[in-house]
Nanobody, 124 residues
Framework: QVQLVESGGGLVQAGGSLRLSCAAS????????MGWFRQAPGTEREFVAS????????LFADSGEGRFTISSDNTKNTKYLQMNNLKPEDTAVYYC?????????????????WGQGTQVTVSS
């Protein structure tokens, strides 16, 4: 079993930055992939970024390319989503997820474990 806990959401002005954290516990090991998704009211869950748990290959949605990065602290089993130059359209609940899959993937169905979500609000 894997548990994921997100933190770091909040209210920020357009152009600002936030860093989201996803702390994992349980049976997380090499071979897992971690992903970030977001969901705004009335919309479907949207892929944001994905990284191999070992910290190798990454994948970003076009919406975050050049603005978002992922980093790791393997001593804490934690992944970070750094979001810069935030826009009002980035407003959503952000979720981290983990799945045992071959490589990075944008498909929610490839992730078996999900965190509770953290709200990100970007004001104009």
């Amino acid at each position: 079993q894997v548990q994921l806990v997100e933190s770091g959401g909040g209210l920020v002005q357009a152009g600002g930055s936030l860093r989201l954290s996803c702390a994992a516990s349980g049976r997380v090991f090499r071979g897992f992939v971690m992903g970030w998704f977001r969901q705004a009211p009335g919309t479907e869950r949207e892929f944001v970024a994905s990284i191999e748990w070992s910290g190798g290959t990454t994948l970003f949605a076009d919406s975050g390319e050049g603005r978002f990065t992922i980093s790791s602290d393997n001593t804490k089993n934690t992944k970070y989503l750094q979001m810069n130059n935030l826009k009002p359209e980035d407003t959503a609940v952000y979720y981290c997820a983990a799945g045992h899959t071959a490589t990075v993937t944008p498909l929610p169905s490839d992730y078996s474990y999900w965190g509770q979500g953290t709200q990100v609000t970007v004001s104009s």
